[in-house]
């Protein structure tokens, strides 16, 4: 019987060493189109991005713009350290037009970002006197600056169907928070 095995294992040899030549590194005719695939692909950025018509993109822009210059008209729509951002921006526009300040820097032409510092800044009209700043934001609203921010970044990498207070605020539980 052991003699048998090892003639069933010389068998077997030859399947192995075929796919050991599989597992080897390309030829060389084959090396410069890997490389050049990686390099397309480094250009890319990470993750889903829909391919979009330059028709959709003009559509999502223009009612992007409305309801931007529509919402920085109201008075309070920047008050205190609050820049205007439309509803569920993350949601409704970025998978077609991005972050929304980079597509605030994008329309130089339309509109302007003021910076004031510590991560607060407004947006208007281009022409138009900048919204006033209200100084360096206070301690006890800043952890509500960084709440909402945290509430965004939650709202973009959670499914639509997965969101809920519930779930964002479990963490505080398992993160050692007071009950």
Avoid at 63 to 77: M, T, Y
Avoid at 95 to 104: A, C, E, R, T
Wanted: proline letters at 8%.
């Amino acid at each position: 019987k052991k003699g048998g095995k090892k003639e069933d294992s010389a068998k077997e040899a030859p399947p192995k060493e075929e796919a050991a030549k599989k597992d080897e590194a390309p030829k060389k005719e084959e090396a410069p189109k890997k490389k050049e695939e990686t390099k397309k692909d480094e250009a890319k950025p990470k993750g889903k991005v829909p391919k979009v018509s330059p028709e959709e993109v003009a559509k999502q822009t223009a009612s992007a713009l409305k309801e931007i210059l529509a919402g920085i008209a109201k008075p309070d729509a920047q008050k205190g350290n609050d820049s205007f951002i439309p509803d569920k921006w993350h949601s409704r526009y970025k998978d077609v037009l991005g972050q929304y300040k980079k597509f605030l820097l994008s329309q130089k032409d339309k509109l302007t970002i003021h910076e004031f510092g510590n991560d607060v800044w407004k947006v208007s009209k281009v022409g138009e006197k900048p919204p006033p700043a209200d100084g360096p934001m206070p301690k006890e609203e800043l952890w509500k600056k960084q709440l909402k921010s945290a509430w965004t970044i939650y709202c973009g990498l959670t499914p639509d169907q997965e969101q809920s207070l519930q779930n964002f605020t479990a963490v505080l539980k398992t993160d050692g928070a007071k009950e």
